[in-house]
């Protein structure tokens, strides 16, 4: 701006007959316009700022009241059977798992039961402990912070402790092979590794499996792979009976379609003994009553030999020559 302004007042100085005024206009003008578009800048900055604080705070209230709600044992059991659904749906496993959304008596049925094949299955309790991680994440300092991600991860042991004692595989029929810990989160279970590093160690000793969504995801994919071999183990079985019964009905039509053979042969040779007999018969004395002034004008046509015979089928299949091994 500075060298445009210096380069319009040499201008001006170099044409006397230009007043100062007229000098000075595009420099004005110039001036003008810069301004017009600095004020428009700073209106769209704070009409941006404005949105995004107003984003940011609906943001927070947001994230409030979800705090708040996973504080309700209920609102944060619902909110876990609602992510194990999902799960199993995005693993390809929801037409192979049992969901209980409400549990029952002394705590005795998990959330979800998973059919392993082979009849066999796999419990699932989504009903984790979170308040402990909860207060961690509202803590004003590093030191409660710790302090709380301590209790966090006590509270999933006693957790797995609870599950490992309710003993689903002896409640339940068929006999679950373990019970999974389901957390809805995998910030959950890395905050209490932090915390515990051996508790998936002590956890699995008791039987208890502790699973993030990834985690639970990898066990169900493996599962559904599983019970694809199955499948295939069960479309080969079907295919051998249906072979088996296709050998026999195809047995049962071949027997049938060489007796046909049998009695067209038997048809053919009667048909040609008669036309023997119409040679060797009948037509020498037709022919004779024909002569002696009897017969019509046209003498009668006789019957011809049929001499294609009828192929035995099961006399060729007995004595066709033997398959020879395929070469190495």
């Known amino acids: 701006m500075g060298a445009a302004a210096a380069a319009l007042w040499f201008r001006a100085r170099a044409k006397p007959e230009i007043s100062p005024e ?13 301004e017009s578009q600095i004020r428009e800048s700073e209106l769209q900055r704070a009409h941006s700022l404005g949105g995004l604080e107003q984003h940011l705070k609906s943001l927070s209230a947001e994230t409030l009241a979800l705090s708040r709600a996973l504080r309700v044992p209920n609102a944060r059991g619902r909110w876990g059977e609602l992510t194990l659904r999902r799960v199993a749906e995005l693993a390809g496993m929801a037409a192979f798992c049992d969901f209980f959304e409400q549990e029952s008596d002394h705590g005795m049925r998990p959330d979800m039961i998973v059919r392993l094949p082979g009849g066999r299955t796999l419990a699932v309790d989504a009903k984790a402990p979170l308040s402990g991680y909860l207060d961690a994440e509202a803590a004003p300092d590093d030191a409660s912070r710790r302090s709380c991600l301590d209790r966090h991860a006590q509270q999933l042991a006693r957790h797995v402790a609870q599950l490992s004692a309710r003993e689903y595989w002896s409640g339940l029929q068929p006999a679950p092979e373990m019970v999974v810990l389901f957390l809805p989160g995998d910030h959950f279970l890395a905050a209490a590794l ?3 590093p051996d508790l998936l160690e002590r956890a699995l000793a008791k039987k208890v499996l502790i699973a993030s969504p990834v985690t639970l995801i990898s066990v169900l994919k493996g599962v559904a792979y599983g019970w694809r071999q199955d499948g295939l183990a069960r479309n080969a079985d079907e295919l051998r009976r249906l072979s088996s019964e296709l050998y026999d009905r195809v047995r049962v039509f071949a027997e049938a379609y060489a007796e046909s053979g049998r009695t067209l042969t038997k048809a053919v040779e009667a048909y040609n003994r008669s036309v023997a007999s119409w040679e060797s018969r009948l037509q020498p004395s037709l022919k004779r009553m024909r002569e002696l002034g009897a017969g019509g004008a046209a003498e009668a046509a006789g019957p011809a030999y049929i001499g294609v015979a009828a192929r035995d089928l099961g006399r060729e299949v007995e004595n066709s020559p033997p398959d020879r091994p395929s070469p190495a």
């Not at 007229?22 to 810069?34: K, Q, S």
């Open 22 to 34: 007229e000098a000075a206009r595009p420099l004005a003008d110039a001036l003008a316009r810069l």
């Open 194 to 196: 932090e915390r515990e």
